[in-house]
């Protein structure tokens, strides 16, 4: 499985994983090394029909990175070899008790040097899981939190994009730094309507020279 997993993320090239990728393909595209790893490991779970026990031990992973921040430095400090990490990368997955199938993929990962990425291709698996869900991530970051009134209609406005079958997922994060308005990704799409953006291209267009 392992040889599988690292023939499959360095560049698909063997008809084993091609056929896999055919038959379970990812339900959308995720891109980068981060993307590469997740779609692999992705079809490898949908292949033994273990996807939500993945997902799982995943969220289970970026809770401790998040938590452990010794853990954390361990896996982006280039200093520490890579036999290092492998051995307390294999510790770390023994006391999460994790399945021989998500073992295997980080011992690609370890392998290849990703180990920095961990993170990345955790959310980018996740990412694949919520699609795969019919789920539709929407990232909302408003000045200020928005009253009940318009976070109504917020979510009026947004479902309505949605196909049948699709489920909203939204996230809303306050930051005041944008001034006012708001800033609104969804999917693979991004919107600027805040504030500071105005204000940065009005300074734009004054800056400019007049002819």
Not at 40 to 62: H, I, W
Not at 107 to 131: E, G, P
Not at 149 to 164: D, G, R
């Amino acid at each position: 499985m392992a040889a599988s997993l690292r023939q499959s993320v360095r560049g698909l090239s063997t008809s084993v994983v091609r056929a896999a990728e055919v038959a379970i393909r990812p339900p959308i595209t995720v891109y980068g090394i981060e993307g590469r790893y997740a779609m692999a490991m992705y079809s490898a779970a949908a292949k033994e029909k273990k996807l939500d026990t993945v997902e799982q031990e995943l969220k289970a992973m970026k809770d401790l990175v998040a938590s452990n921040k010794l853990f954390e430095s361990v896996l982006v400090n280039p200093m520490v070899s890579r036999p290092e990490k492998k051995a307390l990368l294999a510790d770390v997955l023994k006391a999460l008790k994790s399945t021989t199938l998500t073992s295997n993929m980080f011992t690609v990962i370890s392998d290849n040097n990703r180990m920095k990425y961990t993170v990345a291709i955790i959310n980018a698996f996740l990412k694949l899981m919520s699609a795969h869900r019919g789920e539709v991530r929407c990232s909302v970051t408003t000045a200020s939190e928005l009253d009940n009134k318009n976070m109504t209609e917020l979510k009026a406005v947004i479902q309505s994009f949605l196909e049948k079958g699709q489920t909203l997922k939204l996230e809303i994060k306050i930051d005041p730094s944008i001034i006012g308005g708001m800033v609104v990704e969804i999917a693979d799409k991004f919107v600027d309507m805040s504030t500071q953006r105005k204000i940065k291209n009005l300074t734009g267009l004054i800056s400019e020279p007049v002819v």
